[in-house]
């Protein structure tokens, strides 16, 4: 009577659980939203400028390392101020100023560099959305984080003032409207 019991009971619970849960796991993810949603309020826009700020003090952009770069590449070899010594190769080729392709540490700084300036595109795209009162601040938050972050990339990546045709010597790619992550 007992074994009964319990395959009775285990298999009550097993039904309940394989037929009642089904709609439980069919939910939309809370952490993405449908682009057309994602910025409806003026309260959209502002949250998505607090992102451009927390994507500018990523660890690849302000948070440190394209600070630290900038003071290894301006480092003279003949006569440093700077020894690079570890196990990271990646600040060691940008100290040595003798950088591969596959560095690492410049590709996170490229792409999350560009990450915040497409959020601050997008806000700036979206500024018809935002508050009277507010928009001028916005605008004008948005733009200064584009600015010195562009500032940053071309102080980093660009060629050299006087490295052929300083008219045709394009710093880094200028990016003003906004694009998908695919094609960052």
């Known amino acids: 009577m007992k074994r009964t019991h319990k395959y009775i009971l285990t298999l009550s619970l097993v039904t309940f659980f394989l037929a009642g849960c089904g709609d439980m796991l069919d939910i939309e993810p809370a952490n993405t ?18 992102g451009a700020y927390s994507a500018m003090g ?60 497409n959020i601050c595109n997008t806000v700036l795209a979206n500024l018809d959305v935002l508050t009277p009162e507010i928009t001028d601040r916005v605008e004008g938050e948005a733009k200064f984080i584009r600015a010195a972050i562009y500032f940053e990339l071309i102080r980093t990546f660009a060629k050299t003032w006087t490295d052929g045709n300083p008219a045709s010597n394009p710093g880094v790619p200028l990016i003003l409207e906004p694009t998908d992550a695919g094609n960052i």
């Not at 939203?33 to 400028?49: C, F, N, P, R, W």
């Not at 690849?60 to 390392?65: E, L, P, Q, S, T």
């Open 33 to 50: 939203i449908d682009a057309s949603k994602g910025i409806s309020t003026s309260s959209d826009v502002e949250a998505l400028l607090v």
């Open 58 to 117: 990523d660890g690849d952009v302000y948070g440190g390392n394209i600070l630290r770069d900038a003071e290894l590449i301006a480092d003279d070899l003949d006569n440093p101020e700077l020894f690079w010594d570890g196990t990271f190769t990646a600040p060691g080729e940008i100290w040595t100023k003798s950088m591969l392709v596959t560095n690492d540490q410049a590709q996170s700084t490229w792409l999350d560099s560009y990450e915040a300036i």
